[in-house]
Nanobody, 112 residues
């Protein structure tokens, strides 16, 4: 099982980024995929869930700003992040729900 995240970077407040995550080694189309984020020294935080059929769920702090989606033909899940805020700064990871395997994550920095 492997997850590879990409798309992070430095963006100004109010800006947008689109994160991607490709999974392998499991049945991606049947998998509940999640996005989590972690700030160094703090606990990991759940951000969003993208169900196999595309239904999405979000933590309150990102509702209306973040949109999760997936392309099962590419084994890829996405997180479109709009109106980014400094408090969104973190390393974002995309494990399958319940997986003990995590990818390296992709760093998002929101700063002026």
């Amino acid at each position: 099982v492997q997850f590879v995240e990409s798309g992070g970077g430095l963006v100004q407040p109010g800006g947008s980024l689109r994160l991607s995550c490709t999974g392998s080694g499991f049945s991606f189309s049947d998998a509940i995929m999640t996005w989590h984020r972690q700030v160094q020294g703090k606990a990991r935080e759940w951000v969003a869930t993208v169900a196999p059929g595309g239904a999405t769920f979000y933590t309150d702090s990102v509702k209306g700003r973040f949109t999760g989606s997936r392309d099962n033909t590419l084994n890829t899940v996405y997180l479109q992040m709009n109106n980014l805020k400094p408090e969104d700064t973190a390393v974002y990871s995309c494990p399958e729900y319940g997986s003990t395997t995590w990818g390296p994550g992709t760093q998002v920095i929101v700063s002026a």
